[in-house]
């Protein structure tokens, strides 16, 4: 079916180190991935995207990878901190459409 | 400058009644959505609007549900009827255009009793 699922539901990494979240995507017609940052009683914050003719984008201390070959994307974190700490999501937007299709959610834990 | 915002942030209403939900998206974006996300789920899309086009209703969960949004620029979304089961956080986006980056509010906590 359509999904966008994370492979592990909670991450727990130590201040300093790199964190990778992963994604798993099922629509190869999706052109367009979102990764969103949520923290407790707050809305999603958007943190990078990269689009289909892509394979890597990177932001400030992020990286996104896209491998369309076995629709998997991924978040890396360098040098994690404490205030990165939150629920990171996954979204896609198929080709032509707008809405966004979202998957469950990883919960990143850094420990000081 | 001001993001996406939504009012009220807390709601609780009794099984039954009509509840109304609004967003203010960042001026000058075009596209709006709704998305509800409950307790332990992750997030579903509701309905979209891009410009003077039909909104796509497509995630509606029920007829008690229905979203306008006026002058292009804020909308409402409408529950009526309220079950129990419409508790969760409805959230509201905005994009410049249709199929860029969406920018979320805060959020709408729905309590239903």
């Known amino acids: 079916g359509e999904s966008v699922g994370l492979h592990l539901p909670t991450l727990s990494v130590q201040e300093g180190d790199n964190s990778i979240i992963n994604c798993a995507y099922s629509?190869?017609?999706?052109?367009?991935f979102i990764w969103y940052k949520q923290e407790s009683g707050k809305g999603p914050q958007f943190i990078i995207d990269?689009?289909?003719?892509?394979d890597k984008r990177q932001g400030q201390r992020v990286t996104v990878l896209l491998n369309k070959t076995v629709k998997h994307l991924s978040l890396q974190i360098a040098a994690t901190q404490p205030g990165d700490s939150a629920v990171y999501f996954c979204?896609?937007?198929?080709?032509?459409?707008?809405?966004?299709?979202f998957g469950q959610g990883t919960e990143l834990s850094v420990k000081p | 400058g001001a993001g996406v915002s939504q009012s009220p942030s807390n709601k609780v209403t009794e099984k039954g009644k009509d509840v109304e939900l609004r967003c203010d998206p960042i001026?000058?974006?075009?596209?709006l959505y709704w998305y509800r996300q409950s307790l332990g789920q992750g997030l579903e899309f509701l309905i979209y609007?891009?410009?003077?086009?039909?909104?796509?209703k497509s995630g509606l969960p029920s007829d008690r549900f229905s979203a306008e949004r006026t002058g292009g620029s804020v909308s409402t979304l409408t529950i009526q009827r309220t079950q129990q089961e419409d508790s969760a956080v409805y959230l509201c986006?905005?994009?410049?255009?249709?199929?860029?980056?969406?920018?979320f509010g805060p959020g709408t906590r729905l309590l239903v009793l």
């Open positions: 986006a905005s994009s410049f255009r249709y199929q860029e980056t969406q920018y």
């Open positions: 629509n190869s017609a999706s052109d367009y």
């Open positions: 990269i689009r289909s003719n892509m």
């Open positions: 979204a896609e937007i198929k080709g032509g459409g707008g809405k966004l299709i």
């Open positions: 001026s000058g974006h075009t596209a």
């Open positions: 609007f891009q410009g003077n086009s039909a909104p796509d």
